[in-house]
């Protein structure tokens, strides 16, 4: 497996460790990992070895099914805040995706857990697909 979406529903203090040794293994092996910002917060994670920026709209994460021409789509409102779509690159490749106040996990439970529309219910699958789909098809550099 190349892709992961990495949620933690522990506590942090049992979990944080593991999160970041997940991450220094995955980087080693090429896989591509997704945080969501609450995450984040509960790990206390940093950018680590890469800079984290904005992902350009032009990036293949948001056009490789399904297009998103304004970037990552804003599922669940919290804070009023746009969503963000971040990324650590090694190189040319995507290897870290940091989803900034979109709540992609929202959209992809069961609709009625959060009521939100069922557009918005869409288009974080979607999302998710374009997220998977590159993950499995990027290559690491070697």
Not at 11 to 22: I, K, N, Q, Y
Not at 28 to 57: C, I, N, S, Y
Not at 86 to 93: K, P, Q, V
Request: glycine share 8%; charged share 25%.
């Amino acid at each position: 497996m190349r892709a992961a979406s990495v949620l933690t529903h522990r506590r942090a203090e049992d979990t944080s460790a593991a999160v970041r040794a997940l991450i220094t293994a995955a980087r080693r092996a090429g896989v591509t990992l997704r945080f969501d910002a609450e995450e984040t917060r509960k790990h206390g994670l940093q950018a680590g070895e890469g800079v984290a920026v904005d992902v350009p709209l032009s990036h293949p994460i948001y056009h490789a099914v399904y297009d998103f021409p304004k970037g990552l789509p804003k599922i669940h409102e919290h804070d009023g805040k746009p969503a963000r779509g971040f990324g650590i690159f090694l190189g040319d490749r995507l290897a870290v995706y940091y989803s900034y106040s979109s709540d992609l996990g929202n959209g992809w439970e069961d609709p009625e857990t959060y009521h939100d529309p069922p557009a918005l219910h869409e288009a974080a699958l979607r999302m998710g697909i374009n997220l998977f789909v590159y993950a499995v098809t990027s290559r690491p550099l070697p």
